[in-house]
């Protein structure tokens, strides 16, 4: 069944980590791809807050930087000569059975509308994964989708030109639209991580890390993000104690509520049969991995938005609701914010526009546990939370507190970690903030849910919910993308007053919270 789906170049690519530039695999788009400006792309899809750590800049980039001009040249040169080259090679490769391919701890997909290719990596970490293979030249479709003739995309060894400054700024918080090249969320990944985990956990958690940093934030950069909320500490607190009243402990209502842990091949089909519903097979690489401390992010990597999804968290019962969050809202809010005369700096500056956070993660918070059966505003509540009492207290203090809501000694440290990030002497109390904005937009959206247009709020783009009445006779509606699930309003209302009733959020306590 599988081998239907996929289908190899003459070569066995299973077995090999790096693709030849030679041996450049070419696949065929159904859709028409248009190439956009790195200072556009930079805007896009930025979770900024769930993926600190994903495809971050590897030490040894500059090793390559002489290849970058040779790898632009070539890759000009190629495609001028490759038009009736590739399209007989693509009929070749429709040809050829599938050889079994071999799961590594890191694989890219590339899903297209018919046979989808991936190519699995030996390396372990995406940190690496310009030294191995980079998927290049596969831009956003952009609505109205035109019909006119087919581009390619290219797979090779050789990172392009530009692809640090792009993925750089990739990263950079949706409300930060100044342009500057510095990303703090790349700034503050610990370059000791492991390290200090191992030593952490020796010392029966008794040792504070003591962080290192390979390009440390500017303090005053880092000052903006260590002040943290108590406003929606006790709403926080309220939801955790709601879930393990019913369920006893998180565990056991991750293993009730979440399902069985899913395989590679699992995931990959349950991405796919996502993406057809939504209309956007062809438009996203998929890049599975175990090295990412959220569990998704939606990227731009080398011109191609890019999902990354941590194998080690994806749960049968809560990957649907993981893909309305990344693609379902961050995906379409992006491509559907190009068309917008808001799409730059300058023109967000015109206009007047608020930050976009907290109503970006909220939204797509929400849409993450949108049709469970209990939507437990769980994760949200406890990053909230941890950011708090990370302003409080020490790491060690920090790890055992979270330790009446969490058991599992590794998922406490990931959440601490989150909760340090920046800093370098945990031994003192202080936080990285961001991670509020989930449950603080969460609130603000519930709070006013019955006076927001659910479906402007995602057709025009990277917007606040407080712009949207205002932005709306400026805006460009013609084919935008909404996904599948706002489709029916009536029934999306009344899984936003299942998730109030569940976490026993009132409307009155909203409004004294809110206004």
């Known amino acids: 069944m599988e081998s239907k789906k996929l289908h190899w170049p003459e070569q066995e690519l299973a077995k090999k980590s790096i693709l030849n530039a030679e041996e450049s695999l070419i696949i065929d788009s159904k859709r028409s791809i248009s190439h956009l400006s790195p200072g556009i792309l930079k805007d896009i899809f930025t979770t900024g807050t769930s993926s600190y750590n994903v495809l971050l800049q590897s030490k040894e980039e500059k090793k390559h930087h002489s290849q970058k001009q040779s790898s632009s040249t070539y890759s000009k040169r190629y495609r001028k000569s490759s038009k009736s080259p590739s399209s007989s090679r693509s009929k070749d490769l429709r040809k050829m059975k599938a050889p079994a391919p071999v799961m590594s701890s890191s694989t890219w997909y590339c899903l297209e509308r018919h046979p989808a290719v991936f190519v699995t990596s030996s390396v372990s970490s995406p940190v690496k994964f310009i030294h191995d293979i980079s998927v290049t030249g596969n831009s956003i479709v952009l609505p109205p989708k035109p019909k006119n003739k087919v581009k390619r995309c290219h797979i090779s060894t050789l990172p392009k030109s530009k692809l640090q400054p792009q993925l750089s700024r990739s990263f950079e918080k949706g409300d930060d639209f100044s342009g500057k090249k510095f990303c703090i969320l790349t700034a503050i990944k610990p370059i000791n991580l492991e390290k200090e985990k191992l030593r952490f956990f020796k010392s029966d958690y008794t040792y504070n890390p003591q962080f290192e940093y390979a390009n440390p934030s500017l303090p005053s950069v880092l000052a903006k993000h260590s002040n943290a909320s108590d406003r929606f500490l006790k709403q926080s607190i309220n939801i955790m104690e709601l879930t393990l009243q019913k369920y006893g402990s998180y565990e056991k209502f991750e293993q009730a509520t979440g399902g069985s842990l899913l395989s590679k091949t699992r995931i990959w089909s349950h991405v796919r049969k996502y993406m057809m519903k939504e209309g956007c097979m062809g438009e996203i690489v998929v890049h599975l991995t175990e090295d990412l401390l959220s569990r998704a992010s939606m990227t731009v990597v080398n011109g191609c ?60 918070s929400i849409h993450s546990v949108l049709f469970r059966k209990d939507p437990f505003l769980w994760r949200a509540a406890l990053l909230y939370y941890t950011v708090y009492q990370a302003s409080q207290m020490s790491f060690c203090e920090l790890f055992k507190d979270i330790g009446k809501f969490v058991k599992d000694p590794n998922t406490r440290w990931d959440y601490c970690v989150r909760a340090k990030r920046g800093w370098t002497d945990t031994s003192q109390p202080g936080c990285f903030s961001k991670d509020q904005v989930y449950l603080d937009g969460i609130l603000q959206i519930l709070r006013y849910r019955e006076t927001i247009d659910f479906h402007l709020l995602t057709a025009l783009g990277k917007v606040s919910y407080e712009d949207v009445d205002r932005l709306k006779g400026l805006a460009v509606i013609e084919n935008m993308r909404v996904p599948h699930f706002l489709q029916d309003h009536g029934r999306y209302m009344e899984h936003l007053e299942k998730i109030m009733e569940v976490n026993e959020l009132s409307d009155r306590e909203l409004r004294d919270l809110i206004y």
Not at 312 to 337: D, K, P, Q, V
């Open 305 to 364: 938005p890019t999902l990354t999804i941590n194998v080690s968290t994806a749960r049968e019962h809560w990957l649907e609701g993981m893909l309305r969050h990344e693609i379902g809202t961050h995906y379409f809010r992006g491509i559907n914010n190009l068309q917008q005369p808001w799409n730059s700096w300058t023109g967000r500056k015109k206009h007047e526009l608020k930050p976009n956070n907290p109503t970006e993660e909220g939204l797509a």
